[in-house]
Each structure stands twice: as C-alpha cells, then as structure tokens.
C-alpha cells in the first residue's frame, strides 16, 4: 500500500529529476522502518576510482544532481544516496559492481526511477547506479521481429523507432514516457496489452545482465526457443534489481496493427462486465488487445478533477475493449457481431466506438489519468492485487465496508490479467484508516490465492507482506538464490526480500 500526496504530485513532473527540493518529503528508513546494513561508507578514495573508469562527467556527488534521484516517483518518501553514476557500457558497470563488492558499498540499480513500490531510490547512502546513459539500439531484424537494445533505452523512444518499421513494444504503459526497457524487464512490467502480448516473461528473450561481483551473464538469446539448461533470464526478469543489472535486452516486437477500434461501455452491474469480458473473447478472439474496467467512482474523479469528457452516460461501471488487426473490414465485421450480441442480450447498456486517433486518445485518458485525478482528492492509498476476476467488486465492497466512511474505495484494472488496482481515498493520510486497510487486503487477497503484488513489484514497500502470497519454504529458495547471485548483499538491499525472522 502506497501514501500519496496531492499536494506532493502537483509539484511533480516526471521529467524534473535534476531539480532542487527545498521541501523534503520523509525519509524512507523512517517511515519503512529500516535499518541500514553493514556496508561501507563512500570515500573521497572510492569517488576517485569512479572517476577514474567513468571520466569526471558521469560521476555526481553535488546534492542538487542527486536529490532528484532520490525521491521515488510520488515523492513521498526519500533515500539519502550520496553519490550517482552513469556509466555507458556493461564493462563499465562490471568495473563498478567488482569495485563495490570487494569493497562492500551497496547499490541501488535505476532506470526511468518510474517504479512505485519503492524499489529504484536508495533507501540509506546506497551508490544510485543510473541506466540512463545506456541507450543505444543494437540491432533490429524485420524478419524475425527481434529488437536488441541496451537497458536505459526509453519505452517511448523506442516504439516510435519500431513504428517507422511497422512494428511496436509489445508493452505500453501509463509512465512510457520516461521508464526504461531493464526498468521494466526488472520489474516485469505489465500494463495495458498483457492480454493480447503477454508478460515480459513470453517476450524478453534475451537478457544481458551484470552480477555483484562484475561477472557479465550473457544470456542476450535471440531465438524465441532456447531449451538449454536453467533459463536464467527469468530470474532476472522481475527481479527488482536484486540479482543483477540489466545491460542489454532482446525483445519480440509484434507487427504493427494496420486497425485499430476501441469501445467504451457503460454497464449497470457488475455480472454485466463479465459476460463482456466472456462475449469479448468469445467474438473478438485474436484481435482483442486490451480488456479494462473501471467503476463509477473512477471514471467520476477523472471527469471532475481534469475536465475530460465521459462520452456516455453515469453508470456503475465502464469497460473500454480495443481491437488491434491487420484488416480494417474484417475487424469491423466482428467488432459489430459482438456489439450486436451485448446490445441484444441488454448485458451492456449504452457504449461509443472511436476508431479515429483523436477520439481513441481521449477515451484512453478516461482510464489513463485516474490515479492524477484521484490524487487531486487527497490521499491515495493505492495498491495492485491479483484476484479471480468474478471477485473485483466482492473485494471493492469488503474493503469499503471494513474501512466504512473513512475512505471511499474503488477499482479498476486489467480484466485479461485477473489484476485489479484497488485504490481507497480520503482526505488525508492516517494511521488509522491504513491499518483498518492493512493486512485486511493482504488477508483477502491470500483467501483467494492472489499475489499481493500484481504487476508493480515489492520494492520495500510490500517486501513484508510477501508471505501473504508465498509460503515460508519459497521464500527461502528465494534467499538462496540471491545469496548466489550476490553473496555479499550489495545489489539493492532492503528490497523485496523480508528479514529472516
Ligand atoms: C503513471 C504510471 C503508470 C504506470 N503504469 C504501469 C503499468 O501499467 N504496468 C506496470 O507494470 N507498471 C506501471 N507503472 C510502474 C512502473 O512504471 C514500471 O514498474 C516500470 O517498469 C519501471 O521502469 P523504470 O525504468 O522507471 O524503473 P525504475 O523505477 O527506475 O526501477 C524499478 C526497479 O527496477 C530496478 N532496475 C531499474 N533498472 C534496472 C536495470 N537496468 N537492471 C536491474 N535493475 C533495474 C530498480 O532497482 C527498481 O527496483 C506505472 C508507473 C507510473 C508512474
Ligand atoms: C516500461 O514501463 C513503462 C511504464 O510502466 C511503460 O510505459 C513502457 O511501455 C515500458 N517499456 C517497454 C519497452 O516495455
Ligand atoms: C444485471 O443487469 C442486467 C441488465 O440490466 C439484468 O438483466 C441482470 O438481471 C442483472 N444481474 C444481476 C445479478 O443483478
Ligand atoms: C561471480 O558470481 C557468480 C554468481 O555467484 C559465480 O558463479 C562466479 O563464479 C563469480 N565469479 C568470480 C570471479 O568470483
């Protein structure tokens, strides 16, 4: 569960990492609790080794080039890292990590720093490792789709290099504009096309990636079938930085659609969004690209709060259904059979299909600007679960029923995916109303065998509850593997992982 803060996010841009913060927001170790391991501190003699393999310009310890680094994306709390390097290649991150490890300075690895659990800011005086500088695109094959890039690479640079080449990401996310493709392999970032492109998991095959002690891993496969030994790069692929960095990535690009239609619903109870989902499927079979739901009180805060317009009328809930084909004909075709369908059983009561740029854009931004919208009421206490699908709206009515008038709650997410954004709002933060929602979610949500963390990570921000999803012995295999990957604990400490108790 993450605080926001309005005031907080009107004073951010995503983009406006180099600034000064003359109002500091709190320390992360305070509020997460935490105690700073047993690492060394970083000395003038350590700087001078840094410099020594980056040059003087890729080296910061002024606050003013750090501070930014260290606030996560919501700045709501902050970590106290000194010291931030760039580096360009994956030999200069191997010189870097072997430094480090044989002298036990720990490192925070970071991408686009879009990350919301927590995982990409130091939390102590952890050296802030940015990918930034690391964005070349290697190489690209029109026949077999496979991109080959380097880890800082942004999601949005490189869509529209692939757009010239009649492909796309296989991935489109809310924060495109600044997170990084090793950002999101490392937190397996999910998003809006997983039901129609998969996870990361399907589409990464390939990952290049340094460990604690320098060693470059090559696994940068380029073939989608690879049944040779332990598939490593999945361990990499969200692992949240703790296992090693991610320098280079070989992903499968899907082939740009030629059409592309999206429908808005408006539908009055909840039984209704299933039977759409099912219809969707059912009719729309291959070219179904994105399947979400939103309820009343999200598209409301959206419509009130940033002036957008709902195109339909007020209704218990909205789903917005996107085709993707490669003919505009055939697509309408079975875009019309299933609208038909839901019209004629009456399962959905009114909807609006947009098939031109303008008009996709803007129902797109009925369900993309939510969480800014939201923020504008208050607090956010925002979390991201996996649940059956036919129990979104039981969970949305629990936790509002076990929060009462303290908060209002809603939903909304990824039907495709089982993955509901459970979001309560209040005025302000308090004590009070988060342990009325903790563990309560994470108590509901393991009823259900549901992961506590669907597609945003542990981070430090949830690495507590990681029991609620995984029993004591996986945890544990869990320890062990990392203590393989990085026996010295240097890679991103106090993330994802709970203490041993
Ligand atoms: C508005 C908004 C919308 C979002 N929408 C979605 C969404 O739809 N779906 C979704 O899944 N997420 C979403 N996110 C969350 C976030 O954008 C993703 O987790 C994204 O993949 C993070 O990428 P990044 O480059 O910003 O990584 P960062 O935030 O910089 O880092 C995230 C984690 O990965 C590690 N890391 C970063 N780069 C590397 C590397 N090269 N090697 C090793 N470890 C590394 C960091 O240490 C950290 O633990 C959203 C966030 C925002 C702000
Ligand atoms: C990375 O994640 C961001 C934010 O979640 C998303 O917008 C972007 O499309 C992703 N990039 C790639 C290459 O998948
Ligand atoms: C849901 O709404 C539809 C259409 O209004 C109605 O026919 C159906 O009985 C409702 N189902 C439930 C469970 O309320
Ligand atoms: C580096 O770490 C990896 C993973 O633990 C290990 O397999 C390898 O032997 C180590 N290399 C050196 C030189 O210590």
């Not at 990535?249 to 619903?265: E, H, N, R, W």
């Not at 291959?286 to 805060?301: F, G, H, N, P, R």
């Not at 809603?410 to 933060?429: A, C, P, R, W």
Request: hydrophobic share 35%; glycine share 8%; charged share 20%.
């Amino acid at each position: 569960m993450f605080l926001l803060s309005c005031r907080l996010l009107l004073k951010t841009t995503i983009k406006s990492q180099r600034r000064c913060y003359s109002q500091q927001p709190e320390l992360a170790s305070k509020r997460y609790n935490l105690t700073r391991g047993n690492y060394a501190s970083i000395r003038g003699s350590d700087i001078n080794f840094f410099q020594s393999i980056l040059g003087q310009t890729r080296v910061f310890t002024e606050e003013c080039d750090v501070d930014g680094h260290n606030l996560d994306w919501y700045k709501a709390v902050k970590g106290s890292g000194k010291l931030l390097l760039k580096p360009k290649t994956a030999e200069e991150v191997s010189a870097i990590l072997t430094y480090c490890n044989d002298t036990k300075l720990a490192v925070t690895p970071q991408g686009g720093n879009t990350g919301v659990s927590g995982g990409a800011i130091p939390v102590f005086d952890e050296i802030i490792l940015s990918t930034s500088q690391m964005n070349k695109i290697i190489s690209f094959d029109e026949i077999s789709g496979v991109l080959v890039c380097e880890a800082g690479c942004i999601l949005d640079t490189l869509n529209e290099y692939l757009m010239e080449k009649n492909f796309i990401m296989p991935l489109d996310l809310g924060s495109k504009g600044s997170c990084n493709i090793g950002g999101n392999v490392s937190t397996n970032a999910g998003g809006l096309r997983v039901i129609r492109y998969g996870s990361l998991h399907g589409t990464v095959l390939g990952v290049e990636a340094v460990l604690a002690n320098g060693t470059i891993m090559d696994c940068l496969s380029l073939m989608k079938k690879d049944n040779t030994g332990y598939d490593l790069k999945h361990l990499l692929i969200g692992s949240e930085g703790t296992l090693g960095v991610v320098t280079k990535v070989a992903i499968q690009c899907p082939v740009k659609p030629k059409s592309v239609q999206l429908a808005l619903f408006g539908i009055s109870n909840f039984s209704g969004v299933l039977e759409t989902f099912k219809q969707a499927k059912q009719n729309l079979g291959e070219i179904l690209s994105a399947c979400e739901y939103m309820d009343q009180t999200a598209i409301e805060s959206v419509v009130r709060n940033l002036n957008i317009r709902n195109p339909i009328g007020d209704f218990p809930f909205y789903m917005i259904i996107e085709t993707s084909g490669s003919n505009e004909q055939h697509d309408e075709e079975k875009l019309n059979t299933f609208l038909e369908k839901i019209m004629a059983d009456g399962v959905v009561q009114d909807g609006t299909v947009a098939s031109d740029y303008t008009q996709i854009r803007s129902i797109w931004e009925l369900r993309e600007r939510i969480i800014e919208a939201q923020l504008l009421d208050g607090f956010v206490y925002l979390s991201d679960f996996s649940v059956p699908v036919n129990s979104f709206d039981r969970f949305v009515h629990d936790v509002q029923n076990q929060v009462g008038d303290s908060g209002t709650v809603t939903g909304f997410g990824h039907l495709g995916d089982s993955n509901i954004h459970l979001h309560v709002i209040s005025k302000e933060y308090t004590p009070e109303l988060l342990s009325k929602i903790e563990p309560f979610v994470y108590e509901w949500t393991s009823k259900k065998r549901g992961s506590v963390s669907a597609e945003h990570g542990l981070g430090f921000k949830k690495k507590d509850y990681l029991s609620y999803s995984k029993s004591e012995s996986v945890i544990d295999l869990m320890r062990n593997v990392k203590s393989i990957f990085d026996p010295n604990h240097i890679l991103n400490p106090y993330k994802v992982l709970p203490d041993k108790k």
